[in-house]
């Protein structure tokens, strides 16, 4: 008879289910992060960027790695989830050209003495790095910055 009386009286509590959802205004945009899931941001005037799993959202707070945090002090969120790797072979590919260049004319320029210092397959071979790098590098992680057409709320979506 207790037990019944108890979820009658906390059940909203206990079964309660938040989502911190970060929209663009006048657009359909929309980022939802539920508790467990990876979050990264920076707040107001600090350089630090926090990073860790959302242990509890509550109206105008989220708790990260047990620090609570309000809402209104977040001016940036970093979502490195989608393209993570995409991101460092893109900036991969393109650190790879200047010691690619350099070795090249160095090593044809003292080892074998041959003319071009940099010849045509080793340009195709930093022609197909740039390529990749190119390709790959809109799909970099995205910075969303608050109050500058994004915003982030704590939404309630608890069942009945």
Known sequence: MLLPGMVLIFGQDIFAQHILLLEKENSSKRIRFRVGDDIAFRLYGERTVFRGKIEQLADQIMVVEGQAFELDSVSKVLNYKPFAATQMISKSA????????????????????????????SLYVMGV??????????FKSRKYR??????????DVTPG
Not at 95 to 119: C, K, S, W, Y
Not at 129 to 138: H, M, S
């Open 94 to 121: 393109f650190l790879a050209i200047p010691p690619m260049l350099l070795f090249t004319v160095l090593h044809r320029g003292i080892n074998t003495g041959e003319q071009p210092l940099v010849d045509e397959n």
């Open 146 to 155: 608050m109050h500058k057409n994004w915003n982030l709320r704590v939404l």
């Open 129 to 138: 790095f740039a390529g990749i790098g190119t390709v790959l590098f809109p």
